[in-house]
């Protein structure tokens, strides 16, 4: 008789196809990056939910805030790769931080894209003691007041930072940045009147309250629930374009099957009406893709922001 001798990775290659085949067999873990009550937070919450339900299986949310994503991020990426510890992601995360600082992830072999979920409508708000009523009186008043206004941001490197740079550099202007832990805390700030300005869906509820003014929408379309309210292209600026959506990504090594598997749960959970209800109602909307062409997005958005950040000189601070 011969004794046949196994290596621990093809123990693990031979025992992988079950595993796959039976995942999922308990509950799922989901690392959101930021803290709670922001659009991620949010947005991640009603998708996931109903997809773990679609699984037969229950889904915990783990939020792991700071480092603009990167503490999560990292924790996420030493997990198992079995399919049971998943991670949120941002267009931030994946395209933008890599260009403005150092970071503990390489988000192109670190992990796998599984499915962008959603969009952001997100929107330029002011307090209302900033006397502007249009992006054009807006823009005029930061001229007068070179370094006296200022915007908050869901934090360093993320996409509601850039946004202010980028109109910095279109309009001219000179919009001090705020950089927050979550953009539920800049928009508490802005209710308050500590600052004036803030680029993100946050606001939104406090637009249609009426409690914040709503200058122009970041995205292609007008949003459905405050139509009045023109896109910022049409106002002259947003250009360079880029919205904020929401994706989960997996360890890397996790199963092709398992991660397939998840992505169609995802897919189907974005038909239900229940969850367009409460997206639509969160300010965001589905905009489903699998794996393959969320990683083609977040090559073309990467290559896209890099040479926004390089072109502007934008720096960490």
């Known amino acids: 008789m011969h004794r046949r001798y196994f ?6 290659a031979l025992t992988r196809p079950a595993a796959a085949d039976a995942w ?17 937070d949010i947005s991640t919450r009603i998708v996931m939910e109903k997809a773990g339900q679609l699984l037969g299986q229950p889904v915990l949310f783990d939020n792991k805030g700071g480092a603009s994503g990167m503490i999560g991020a990292e924790y996420a990426k030493t997990q198992t ?16 931080t890599r260009h403005l600082q150092p970071i503990p992830i390489d988000p192109d072999k670190d992990f796998l894209t599984v499915a962008r979920m959603s969009t952001s409508w997100a929107a330029l708000a002011v ?21 006296k206004v200022n915007f908050g ?42 600052i004036q300005a803030q680029f993100d869906q946050t606001v ?18 007008r949003w459905p629930r405050k139509p009045d309210i023109p896109t910022l292209r049409e106002t002259g600026y947003g250009k360079q374009g880029g919205e904020s959506w929401f994706g989960i990504l997996a360890p890397a090594g996790t199963a092709p099957a398992i991660v397939d598997r998840m992505a169609k749960a995802i897919e189907e959970a974005l038909k239900s009406p229940d969850v367009l209800d409460k ?10 893709l699998g794996p393959a062409d969320m990683r083609a997005q977040v090559d073309k958005e990467s290559a896209m922001f890099g040479d926004i950040i390089r072109r502007a000189n934008i720096r960490m601070q």
């Open 153 to 194: 941001s869901s934090g360093l490197a993320t996409i509601t930072h850039l946004y202010g740079e980028i109109l910095n550099l279109e309009a001219g202007i000179k919009l001090v940045h705020v950089p927050y832990k979550g953009s539920a805390q800049a928009t508490q700030d802005l209710l308050g009147g500590q």
């Open 24 to 40: 999922p067999s308990r509950q799922i873990k989901v690392v959101i990056p930021y803290p709670p009550g922001g659009p991620t």
């Open 279 to 288: 997206l639509d109602k969160a300010g965001a909307k589905a905009t489903f």
């Open 7 to 12: 290596t621990a990775s093809a123990l693990a």
């Open 81 to 96: 790769a079995d399919g049971y510890t998943l991670l949120a992601t941002t267009v931030a995360m994946l395209a933008i």
């Open 127 to 147: 307090h209302p003691s900033v006397p502007a009523t249009t992006m054009a009186e807006f823009v005029d008043y930061v001229k007068a007041n070179p370094g």
């Open 204 to 221: 939104l509820p406090h637009v249609v309250a009426g409690r914040l003014r709503g200058l122009a929408m970041i995205s292609d379309a």
